[in-house]
């Protein structure tokens, strides 16, 4: 059985907010998240689209494909994970 639309959207989220609440906070970082994204995938993603999929606000946040979703959670994790290892050492 298909779980509902709800859950899925709650799910994606739960899995995106600590990257919008870090690119809120952090100059430049979606530009890093997107070149991450571009690396990871061999794609050529705009800026315009790691925005919709990580908007402030979450109503206004879209909802990527699966494969998508995991590769943008994945480089945003990266990007948090490098940034903190950056502040640790200063």
Same mark, same amino acid.
């Given at each position: 059985m298909k779980p509902a639309k709800s859950t899925t959207r709650q799910r994606w989220l739960a899995a995106t907010e600590p990257a919008a609440k870090f690119c809120?906070?952090?100059?430049?970082? /979606?530009?890093?998240i997107l070149d991450r994204l571009n690396?990871?995938?061999?794609?050529?993603?705009?800026r315009q689209q790691v925005d919709s999929y990580? !908007?402030? +606000?979450? /109503?206004?946040?879209? =909802?990527p494909? !699966?494969?998508?979703?995991?590769?943008?959670? =994945?480089?945003?994790?990266?990007?948090i994970s490098e940034h903190t =290892? +950056?502040?640790?050492r200063s």
């Open positions: 809120a906070i952090t100059p430049g970082a /979606k530009a890093a690396q990871i995938t061999g794609k050529k993603w705009n990580l !908007h402030r +606000d979450p /109503k206004k946040r879209q =909802e494909r !699966h494969g998508t979703g995991l590769a943008l959670v =994945e480089a945003a994790n990266h990007v =290892e +950056d502040k640790s």
